[in-house]
């Protein structure tokens, strides 16, 4: 109950920041990455890509929401949304907070009953991009990592090998 | 639009399926409670006896210092251990050779015909070679399966059941990969594999997560694992044990058919090649050498076998085989 209130606070804060803003900044983007999503009832897991939208709101709030795939445990899926501080410079590394929907392909393990667990997986979670860059065209960062926490008391790991926006 | 839209989400959010209702539990409970535990342990002495006293495959061809996996690999005396069991019980047994060059796979089978619908072959199977004297691999699952077998004799069920005991798993799966690759295995519909089930352990630590898939650390659970085409039998199995408290199985669903690179893990025996081929196959074990530290080891012998957990486990296999056949009123 506690997380479900973290989550909806999140979500609320989300789209009044979004909704406050007139002049944002669009840059679509592409991603490559890994995700780990280990629960005593859920495991998913992968390496892939994907791709999303960037919306610059401020000089220092990204939101950002992305599709991707992975392959290693079968085909998985996840929608990434996020809400990020970052430093304005060229140099601008960021730090996001991400609430993320992982469906698909997943190893199970059964409930005592036989039930399945529910699909898709939650997990809130924190992304630090420490090696981003940006300028007038677009970004780059490289190597940015996640941890957090998922339903069925997982603990969900995160990675992005590249991610490379253009501002439209 | 939108309605569609948002009917969508809610299923996806709402996707945990049911599990299927099981017939005549009354019936399957039965043959459950009919297997004879007493029966159990004695049959697992008695075939690690019969492989401590074989002469072990010959290990030619494989060079000194790396003799796996024919180092100390007896099947002979089992294959005819086998056999003569079942023949006593009344069976007909065939001995199905496989391959035309060593090592040549002898395959035991024997069949129930099927009253109502003899045509889909229900397949029970287990490798009956082992390394050393094998107690728990797998020792206890071929113990477990001429238990079964003996048991089945009293009762009638709608589809065949066919136990085959594996030749050379130890060797790649070598028996039941040639077994189906040349055909024998066309009109079987679905398929139960054991491969050892009769290691527990209380300690936390016992069980060691598989391949980055966490698992239950107190290793004192049988492993009933399924894959999509499976799924809901997995899941009735598990429901089972659950509502009349046979067993305790942990059941795990490997995504799709199973061959990927985390959950291959669970496609090591006889069911690999079944899964692989698209048929509906349920496969328990004890976990292996991710609990049983004799795994594989000349200390695989009869005093590390818990024996309430292995005559557990056998009446939760039978019943599976009593819902999977459709055993009769």
Redesign the interface.
């Known amino acids: 109950m506690r997380k479900l209130r973290i989550i909806l606070t999140w979500c609320m804060l989300s789209c009044t920041l979004l909704m406050a803003q007139t002049n944002i900044i669009y840059t679509p983007y592409l991603q490559s990455g890994g995700m780990?999503f280990?629960?005593?009832n859920i495991?998913s897991?992968g390496i892939g890509s994907g791709i999303g939208l960037c919306l610059g709101i401020s000089k220092y709030i990204l939101v950002q929401s992305d599709a991707n795939i992975y392959w290693?445990?079968?085909n998985a899926g996840a929608f990434r949304f996020a809400i990020g501080y970052k430093r304005t410079g060229r140099w601008s590394p960021a730090v996001f907070t991400n609430l993320t929907t992982i469906?698909g392909?997943?190893?199970?393990?059964?409930l005592?009953?036989?039930?399945?667990?529910?699909?898709?997986a939650l997990a809130l979670s924190v992304r630090l991009s420490p090696l981003r860059w940006e300028n007038e065209q677009g970004f780059i960062s490289v190597f940015e990592l996640g941890y957090g926490f998922g339903n069925y008391n997982a603990k969900y790991l995160e990675t992005c090998f590249l991610s490379l926006g253009l501002k439209l | 639009m939108k309605l569609r839209f948002i009917a969508i989400v809610l299923m996806?959010?709402?996707?945990?399926?049911e599990?299927p209702e099981i017939n005549n539990h009354t019936k399957v409970l039965e043959f459950a409670q009919s297997i004879k535990t007493e029966n159990l342990y004695p049959l697992v002495e008695k075939i690690y006896q019969t492989h401590i006293n074989d002469i072990p495959i010959s290990n030619e061809g494989f060079p000194s210092d790396d003799l796996f996996p024919s180092d100390h690999l007896t099947r002979s005396a089992a294959v005819g251990f086998v056999a003569k069991e079942l023949r006593d019980m009344g069976y007909q047994v065939d001995t199905v050779i496989c391959g035309n060059q060593p090592p040549i796979a002898y395959n035991i089978v024997a069949e129930i015909k099927g009253v109502a619908n003899p045509n889909s072959v229900i397949l029970v199977g287990c490798h009956l070679d082992a390394f050393y004297g094998g107690a728990d691999d797998n020792t206890t699952a071929v113990a477990a399966m001429l238990e079964i077998a003996r048991a089945a004799r009293a009762f009638s069920f709608n589809k065949t059941i066919r136990f085959v005991a594996f030749d050379l798993e130890e060797f790649g799966s070598l028996g039941s990969t040639r077994y189906i690759e040349e055909g024998h295995a066309k009109d079987v519909s679905a398929a139960l594999v054991m491969d050892l089930i009769g290691y527990s352990s209380n300690q936390a630590g016992s069980q060691k997560d598989v391949m980055?898939?966490?698992?239950?650390s107190v290793g004192d659970y049988l492993i009933v694992v399924g894959n999509e085409n499976s799924?809901e039998l997995?899941?009735?199995?598990?429901?089972?044990s659950?509502t009349y408290n046979i067993s305790k199985p942990?059941?795990?669903?490997?995504?799709?058919d199973g061959v990927?690179?985390?959950?291959s893990v669970f496609m090591r025996s006889d069911h690999g090649l079944l899964w692989y081929k698209g048929l509906p196959a349920v496969f328990f074990s004890d976990g292996a050498n991710f609990r049983n530290p004799h795994y594989h080891k000349p200390t695989d012998r009869p005093e590390t076998i818990h024996q309430d957990f292995l005559k557990n486990n056998t009446k939760l296999i039978a019943a599976s085989l009593a819902i999977l056949a459709e055993i009769q009123l």
Do not use: W
């Not at chain 1, 005592?112 to 898709?120: F, Q, T, V």
């Not at chain 2, 942990?250 to 799709?256: D, E």
């Open positions: 780990y280990s629960s005593k495991t897991a290693m445990n079968g469906f392909a997943r190893t199970e393990i059964l005592d009953d036989g039930a399945r667990p529910k699909n898709p | 996806l959010i709402s996707c945990s399926k599990i980055g898939i966490k698992m239950p799924a997995t899941q009735q199995i598990v429901s089972f659950h942990l059941g795990i669903l490997a995504p799709h990927y690179f985390m959950s």
